[in-house]
Each structure stands twice: as structure tokens, then as C-alpha cells.
């Protein structure tokens, strides 16, 4: 198998971008922009440490739980598992790069910019759902902002209502977590402690239906 270690080399095999896939970025968001965040449930949130290993996460919340403006947006950060993997990431180098989505719609957009996380509690305010305010709010500033076509949903039919997968075709979260825990310390039994360099995890193979009844309760 041929590895492609240079640019030069790349660009033999797919040529340059130009036109409209250069023309569209932006260093701003639009109306255009700002009229998808708006209707966005949906954002995945990628960044990388100071060694350059990555990570993404998605950010979900009822549509324009998202604020934006043209130079800006703001992203409550809901209660999750405590990792910390995007917001550390982010302490150390301070970039992050943004994908919206919106349920039905093909296309999506594409957000980099610089990071940063305020608690403060009049901003975190804003954010309140319930009576409860997240810990903290991330800010974006906005470098680059552009549309990004619908060839891959295309191609992936992923809202098509005939290609969804059963849940049950899965394991449920509490099985597949419950066998990757016992591999990692050798386990084979029902509930297992974690792997020998960590702190004993036990984990029960909790139904799928109890796992969401418990989500729906620490949602915000």
C-alpha cells in the first residue's frame, strides 16, 4: 500500500480547490450563517492538546441553544461525564473547529475560530433551562466560516427514515461498556472492577431503557 507523505503528492492525485469551494469561506457568519446555528440542535466540537492529539464531541440542546453573532457564538456546556476532553483541549491551545447540523437538511456548516471558558455568572445566566445554568459557557471567535456541500449525507442517507438502524441491533450501552471494562482487566464475569492501572470501576449491565430514564433526569 502506497503512504502520500507530501502535499505536492496529494494534490497529483485531487488537484487544487477553487471557485465556489474557495469564494465561500467567510471570516464571519452571515445571515446565512447565523439562520443555520439558529436551527441547529446539533454541533460537533473538534480540538486537539498542546501535542496535537485530538478529539470530538457533540453538543446538542433544543434549536439555537447556540448564540450567535457575526464575529462570535456562545455554547452552553450541559452536564456530561466530567472528562473534560474538549475544554481541556481548549486550555491548552485555544482552538476549536465547529460542525452544525440540522436534522432534514444535507448541507452543513463549518465554523474555526479561537476558544475560550468564562463561568461568569451573568453569562451562564443566559443559558439557564429549568432553573439550572451551566457551569460554564465556551465562546468562539470567529476565523473562518463557510458551507459545506451534501455530498457525504448524500451518500450516507442519513436522515433517510428507511436507512435508521434498530436500536436493537446494538448491544445496549450498559453491555457494550460492561464487556469493554472486562476487557481491559481481563474479566469475563457480569460486572467487573476496571483495568489494574486505575481505580476499581464496577459496572453493571444496566437495560438501555434505564439508562435513558436516568440521562432524562440530569439533562441540564
Not at 35 to 50: H, R
Not at 53 to 63: F, K, M, Q
Not at 141 to 163: G, I, T
Not at 189 to 197: A, D, F, P, R, V
Request: proline fraction near 4%; glycine fraction near 8%; charged fraction near 25%.
Amino acid at each position: 500500500m502506497a503512504e502520500i507523505r507530501d502535499e505536492d503528492a496529494l494534490r497529483r492525485l485531487y488537484g487544487h480547490a477553487g471557485g465556489r469551494s474557495v469564494a465561500k469561506q467567510l471570516d464571519r457568519l452571515d445571515r446565512h450563517c447565523l439562520d443555520f446555528i439558529a436551527l441547529s440542535p446539533f454541533v460537533l466540537i473538534a480540538t486537539a492538546d498542546a501535542y496535537g492529539a485530538t478529539d470530538v464531541s457533540p453538543r446538542g440542546d433544543l434549536p439555537g441553544f447556540v448564540a450567535a453573532r457575526a464575529h462570535d457564538l456562545l455554547i452552553p456546556d450541559r452536564p456530561g461525564n466530567n472528562r473534560l476532553d474538549s475544554l481541556t483541549n481548549i486550555l491548552a491551545t485555544g482552538r476549536v473547529g465547529l460542525l452544525f447540523l440540522v436534522p432534514g437538511v444535507d448541507e452543513t456548516l463549518r465554523v474555526n475560530g479561537r476558544a475560550a471558558i468564562h463561568d461568569d455568572a451573568e453569562l451562564t445566566a443566559r443559558f439557564t433551562v429549568g432553573g439550572k445554568a451551566p457551569r460554564t459557557v465556551l465562546k468562539v471567535e470567529v476565523a473562518e466560516a463557510y458551507l459545506h456541500c451534501a455530498k457525504a449525507f448524500m451518500r450516507s442517507r442519513l436522515w433517510d427514515v428507511q436507512a435508521q438502524v434498530a436500536r436493537s441491533v446494538l448491544p445496549t450501552m450498559g453491555e457494550m461498556l460492561r464487556d469493554q471494562i472486562a476487557g481491559k482487566s481481563g474479566s469475563t464475569s457480569g460486572s467487573t472492577s476496571g483495568s489494574t492501572s486505575g481505580p476499581s470501576v464496577v459496572v453493571e449491565a444496566e437495560s438501555q431503557e434505564a439508562m435513558v430514564e436516568r440521562y432524562r433526569a440530569i439533562l441540564y
